[in-house]
Protein backbone atom coordinates (compact mmCIF):
# COMPACT_ATOMS: atom_id res chain seq x y z
CA UNK A 1 0.00 0.00 0.00
CA UNK A 2 1.31 3.45 -1.15
CA UNK A 3 1.28 6.66 1.11
CA UNK A 4 -1.54 8.16 -0.60
CA UNK A 5 -3.64 4.43 -0.86
CA UNK A 6 -3.35 5.02 2.82
CA UNK A 7 -4.43 8.60 3.13
CA UNK A 8 -7.17 7.42 0.74
CA UNK A 9 -8.36 4.45 2.63
CA UNK A 10 -8.14 6.35 6.21
CA UNK A 11 -10.63 9.41 4.70
CA UNK A 12 -12.82 6.43 3.57
CA UNK A 13 -12.92 4.34 6.61
CA UNK A 14 -13.67 7.25 8.91
CA UNK A 15 -15.47 10.12 6.55
CA UNK A 16 -13.16 12.04 7.03
CA UNK A 17 -13.06 12.21 11.29
CA UNK A 18 -16.63 13.22 11.49
CA UNK A 19 -17.01 11.45 14.39
CA UNK A 20 -13.80 13.59 16.33
CA UNK A 21 -15.49 16.91 14.85
CA UNK A 22 -18.83 15.83 15.76
CA UNK A 23 -17.58 14.70 19.15
CA UNK A 24 -15.81 17.56 20.16
CA UNK A 25 -17.90 19.85 18.15
CA UNK A 26 -20.77 19.20 20.81
CA UNK A 27 -18.37 19.35 23.35
CA UNK A 28 -17.28 22.73 22.87
CA UNK A 29 -20.62 24.08 22.07
CA UNK A 30 -21.23 22.68 26.24
CA UNK A 31 -18.25 24.60 27.24
CA UNK A 32 -20.10 27.63 25.59
CA UNK A 33 -22.76 26.63 27.49
CA UNK A 34 -20.68 26.39 31.00
CA UNK A 35 -19.28 29.94 30.62
CA UNK A 36 -22.65 31.57 29.80
CA UNK A 37 -24.15 30.14 32.86
CA UNK A 38 -21.41 29.24 35.76
CA UNK A 39 -18.26 31.09 36.82
CA UNK A 40 -15.25 32.08 34.69
CA UNK A 41 -13.17 29.41 36.63
CA UNK A 42 -15.92 26.55 35.83
CA UNK A 43 -15.84 27.68 32.40
CA UNK A 44 -12.15 27.19 32.39
CA UNK A 45 -12.11 23.92 33.60
CA UNK A 46 -14.87 22.82 31.37
CA UNK A 47 -12.91 24.18 28.39
CA UNK A 48 -9.55 22.30 29.64
CA UNK A 49 -11.12 18.82 30.44
CA UNK A 50 -13.84 18.59 27.58
CA UNK A 51 -11.40 16.50 25.24
CA UNK A 52 -11.71 13.79 27.99
CA UNK A 53 -15.42 13.80 27.46
CA UNK A 54 -15.03 14.16 23.51
CA UNK A 55 -12.29 11.47 22.98
CA UNK A 56 -14.21 8.06 23.67
CA UNK A 57 -17.33 9.95 22.27
CA UNK A 58 -15.06 10.25 19.10
CA UNK A 59 -13.98 6.65 18.95
CA UNK A 60 -17.38 5.38 19.34
CA UNK A 61 -18.77 7.43 16.77
CA UNK A 62 -15.72 6.18 14.51
CA UNK A 63 -15.94 2.61 15.18
CA UNK A 64 -19.68 3.07 14.42
CA UNK A 65 -18.94 4.89 11.05
CA UNK A 66 -19.89 2.76 7.90
CA UNK A 67 -16.70 2.47 5.39
CA UNK A 68 -14.48 0.24 4.96
CA UNK A 69 -11.40 -1.44 7.11
CA UNK A 70 -9.17 0.82 8.77
CA UNK A 71 -5.65 0.84 6.66
CA UNK A 72 -2.82 -0.45 7.95
CA UNK A 73 0.68 0.53 7.62
CA UNK A 74 2.68 0.97 10.29
CA UNK A 75 4.87 4.17 9.59
CA UNK A 76 1.51 5.68 8.62
CA UNK A 77 -0.20 4.49 12.01
CA UNK A 78 2.68 6.18 14.16
CA UNK A 79 2.32 9.45 11.91
CA UNK A 80 -1.43 9.47 12.64
CA UNK A 81 -0.91 8.85 16.13
CA UNK A 82 1.74 11.64 16.32
CA UNK A 83 -0.79 14.42 14.61
CA UNK A 84 -3.63 13.25 16.90
CA UNK A 85 -1.11 13.73 20.00
CA UNK A 86 0.56 16.77 18.94
CA UNK A 87 -1.97 19.33 20.54
CA UNK A 88 -1.21 17.70 24.05
CA UNK A 89 2.01 19.76 23.67
CA UNK A 90 0.18 22.96 24.41
CA UNK A 91 -1.97 21.90 27.76
CA UNK A 92 0.94 23.27 30.00
CA UNK A 93 0.76 26.13 29.41
CA UNK A 94 -3.21 26.17 28.98
CA UNK A 95 -3.21 24.08 32.65
CA UNK A 96 -0.75 27.06 33.76
CA UNK A 97 -3.49 29.52 32.29
CA UNK A 98 -6.12 27.87 34.67
CA UNK A 99 -3.79 27.47 37.55
CA UNK A 100 -2.72 31.19 37.23
CA UNK A 101 -6.36 32.35 37.07
CA UNK A 102 -6.16 33.85 33.36
CA UNK A 103 -9.33 32.14 33.00
CA UNK A 104 -10.35 33.95 30.12
CA UNK A 105 -7.28 32.93 28.14
CA UNK A 106 -7.90 29.17 28.44
CA UNK A 107 -10.56 28.87 25.78
CA UNK A 108 -8.28 31.09 23.61
CA UNK A 109 -5.25 28.91 23.86
CA UNK A 110 -7.03 25.94 23.64
CA UNK A 111 -8.28 27.48 20.03
CA UNK A 112 -4.92 27.84 19.09
CA UNK A 113 -4.20 24.23 19.96
CA UNK A 114 -7.21 23.14 17.88
CA UNK A 115 -6.30 25.42 14.99
CA UNK A 116 -3.00 24.53 14.33
CA UNK A 117 -4.20 20.83 15.30
CA UNK A 118 -6.62 20.80 11.84
CA UNK A 119 -3.58 21.60 9.02
CA UNK A 120 -2.41 18.27 8.66
CA UNK A 121 -5.41 16.63 8.87
CA UNK A 122 -5.76 18.46 5.39
CA UNK A 123 -2.75 16.65 3.92
CA UNK A 124 -3.90 13.55 6.00
CA UNK A 125 -7.62 12.81 4.22
CA UNK A 126 -6.59 14.58 1.15
CA UNK A 127 -9.51 17.42 1.34
CA UNK A 128 -8.96 21.38 2.02
CA UNK A 129 -11.72 21.26 4.72
CA UNK A 130 -9.57 20.80 7.71
CA UNK A 131 -7.43 24.12 6.63
CA UNK A 132 -10.48 25.56 5.98
CA UNK A 133 -11.64 24.57 9.22
CA UNK A 134 -8.40 25.77 11.33
CA UNK A 135 -8.78 29.39 8.96
CA UNK A 136 -12.44 29.72 9.98
CA UNK A 137 -11.80 28.87 14.17
CA UNK A 138 -8.95 31.34 13.88
CA UNK A 139 -11.10 34.26 11.96
CA UNK A 140 -13.95 33.51 14.36
CA UNK A 141 -11.32 33.19 17.35
CA UNK A 142 -10.48 37.16 16.60
CA UNK A 143 -14.05 38.15 16.26
CA UNK A 144 -15.48 36.45 18.58
CA UNK A 145 -12.69 38.17 21.32
CA UNK A 146 -12.99 41.07 19.77
CA UNK A 147 -16.92 41.20 20.33
CA UNK A 148 -16.84 39.79 23.60
CA UNK A 149 -14.53 42.65 24.61
CA UNK A 150 -17.07 45.28 24.23
CA UNK A 151 -19.22 43.94 26.65
CA UNK A 152 -21.83 46.63 27.61
CA UNK A 153 -21.20 46.34 31.20
CA UNK A 154 -16.94 46.34 30.43
CA UNK A 155 -16.79 43.82 33.23
CA UNK A 156 -18.26 40.71 31.64
CA UNK A 157 -15.02 38.89 31.24
CA UNK A 158 -17.00 35.54 30.17
CA UNK A 159 -18.84 37.03 27.18
CA UNK A 160 -15.58 36.51 25.05
CA UNK A 161 -14.67 33.07 25.96
CA UNK A 162 -18.63 31.76 26.01
CA UNK A 163 -18.76 33.49 22.15
CA UNK A 164 -15.38 31.91 20.94
CA UNK A 165 -16.43 28.16 22.80
CA UNK A 166 -19.69 28.42 20.39
CA UNK A 167 -17.46 29.68 17.59
CA UNK A 168 -15.06 26.76 17.62
CA UNK A 169 -17.97 24.04 18.47
CA UNK A 170 -20.24 25.60 15.83
CA UNK A 171 -17.46 25.78 13.09
CA UNK A 172 -16.69 21.81 14.37
CA UNK A 173 -20.36 20.73 14.27
CA UNK A 174 -21.07 22.25 10.66
CA UNK A 175 -17.67 20.43 9.56
CA UNK A 176 -18.30 17.36 10.48
CA UNK A 177 -21.14 17.31 8.76
CA UNK A 178 -19.69 18.24 5.56
CA UNK A 179 -17.20 15.24 6.14
CA UNK A 180 -20.14 12.96 6.34
CA UNK A 181 -21.24 14.50 2.84
CA UNK A 182 -17.56 13.80 1.25
Known sequence: ??????????????????????AYGTTWLICGIAWRRASARTGAFFTLFQGMAALPVAILLTALTPGGP????????????????????????????TVSERYSLVPLAMTLLVAVHF????????TPLYLVMGGAVSVGAV????VGSRSD??????????????????????????????
Open 1 to 22: MTVDEYRFALAEANRYGWGFLA
Open 70 to 97: APEMASMNTLVILLASGQLLGLPIVIYL
Open 119 to 126: APYSWLYA
Open 143 to 146: IAMA
Open 153 to 182: SGSDVKRGPMLLCFVVGGVMVLSAAVAVLL
